[in-house]
């Protein structure tokens, strides 16, 4: 570096600290007050979070819709599909429109999906209310925080992302018993609406303070190091990089396995098992708190070790659990209960592991975009493991031989993580 560049390196130094002292987040310095955007985050999330609910409703509207349990599980399957597929589009969207307004539209969405579905007098009604509409303002509103909070923490990304993500993951420990309280009070219909008023109102508010921090911002105590980490070379689209497909690949099977695990969390503990159904249930508050915590301990860890690494692990874990129930017996609770916490805790880690890798291995400027391509791997994940899971059940009589075609998965996933699951800067071509 010869005198020039150490001037000039210098004087952004000072320019930065000049900015950093001027900027301020919430009353509070940048330095300090970007911390209060991640509970506002998080509270973003626990509101979109709401759909993971859905159980809650199912019974009500079965007779409410005078519909069978395979049709009331329509609008939340399809909740899921639009969610992911709405989420690269809004990624594409968010640095052309602004957080805010991205925000506000994906709140509004969210709560006419809901108030529209207080309406809706049929199935596939509901399914265009709850599913197409609600889902589509949760694809459109959930990446706006964790874009946000990923520009303000680009010294702690994986923490910090996944410290975010722990509203959406909780979501159906506060949810749940809110949407069970107020159906018993006042029946689903007016529940609806209700939660569709209070959605739009919490996100709407919540939106205002959250935005991007002004172009090439850096905390003070990092930023030698980030001036490093900007001059990485990045692939020059996601479809080049031998990376993508790795990660893609490695998320796909991560949600497969963990969505396939938690669609059929209560079902297996009361045939495999023979747990008392309210039991059962009760046992998914336990492996929602598991699949909570995993993602700020996976965001962190995937701050300081290789991702294939993190991979790796979470897979292995995953094989745990699915070696515990292949040979779990009638009456063996603690197994079921050790091996449902492995497979939820394991979702929960991929949901930090991916967007973390995401802004590791691609351009950050660009990572909204980016992470909803990548999402849609979440989206494949979870229909395909849902329709897997019940072929299975269906066609073999028992929910035992989904735990061999899961750990097949984690042993593939293992594979394909120590090979493509790895940084690679330059385009496939080269």
């Not at 006419?112 to 509103?141: E, P």
């Not at 508050?285 to 979470?314: E, M, Q």
């Not at 017996?329 to 592991?353: D, H, M, R």
Request: net charge positive; with cysteine.
């Amino acid at each position: 570096m010869d005198n020039r560049q150490r001037l000039q390196f210098k004087g952004s130094r000072i320019d930065n600290t000049h900015n950093q002292a001027q900027l301020r987040v919430l009353g509070l310095p940048a330095q300090q007050g970007r911390w209060l955007l991640i509970p506002l985050g998080m509270t973003i999330l626990l509101c979109l979070g709401t759909v993971y609910s859905w159980s809650v409703f199912r019974t009500p509207l079965e007779v409410a819709l005078q519909v069978g349990a395979t049709e009331s599980l329509l609008p939340y399957t399809f909740a899921l599909v639009f969610y992911a597929l709405l989420m690269p589009i809004a990624g594409y969207f968010i640095p052309r429109l602004g957080t805010r307004l991205m925000k506000v539209i994906g709140g509004i969405i969210v709560g006419l999906g809901y108030i529209l579905s207080s309406f809706a007098s049929n199935i596939v009604v509901m399914i265009l209310t709850y599913g197409v509409i609600a889902g589509t303002g949760v694809g459109i509103a959930y990446g706006v925080p964790m874009a946000v909070i990923a520009r303000w923490f680009p010294d702690r990304k994986g923490l910090a992302v996944g410290l975010t993500i722990i509203g959406f993951g909780l979501s159906p420990l506060i949810t749940a018993p809110l949407a069970n309280f107020l159906i018993e009070t006042y029946t689903v219909r007016p529940t609806l609406r209700i939660l569709g008023i209070i959605l739009t109102v919490v996100i709407v508010i919540v939106a205002i303070p959250m935005k991007f921090p002004p172009n090439h911002w850096q905390p003070l105590t990092t930023t030698t190091s980030t001036d490093k980490a900007t001059n990485q070379a990045y692939p020059s689209h996601l479809w080049k990089s031998q990376s993508f497909y790795g990660l893609w690949i490695c998320y796909a099977i991560g949600t497969l396995i963990g969505l396939s695990a938690i669609g059929i969390s209560s079902p297996v503990g009361e045939e495999m098992i023979q747990i008392k159904p309210s039991v059962a249930a009760s046992s998914v508050s336990l492996f929602a708190l598991f699949n909570g915590i995993s993602r700020p301990l996976f965001g962190w860890l995937s701050d300081r070790f290789k991702p294939h690494h993190v991979a790796i692990g979470a897979y292995t874990l995953a094989l745990i659990g699915c070696i515990l129930m292949i040979n779990a017996q009638v009456g063996q609770v603690a197994t079921y209960l050790i091996a449902f916490c492995l497979f939820w805790f394991c979702l929960g880690g991929w949901l930090a592991i991916a967007p973390t890798t995401t802004l590791r291995f691609f351009n950050p400027d660009q990572y909204a975009q980016n992470y909803g391509i990548v999402f849609t791997a979440y989206g494949v994940g979870g229909l395909v493991g849902t329709l897997f899971t019940g072929q299975i059940r269906d066609s073999f009589g028992s929910y035992n031989i989904v735990f061999y075609f899961m750990a097949f998965l984690a042993i593939m996933g293992i594979i394909v993580a120590s090979l493509l699951f790895k940084r690679k800067g330059y385009p496939l071509s080269k």
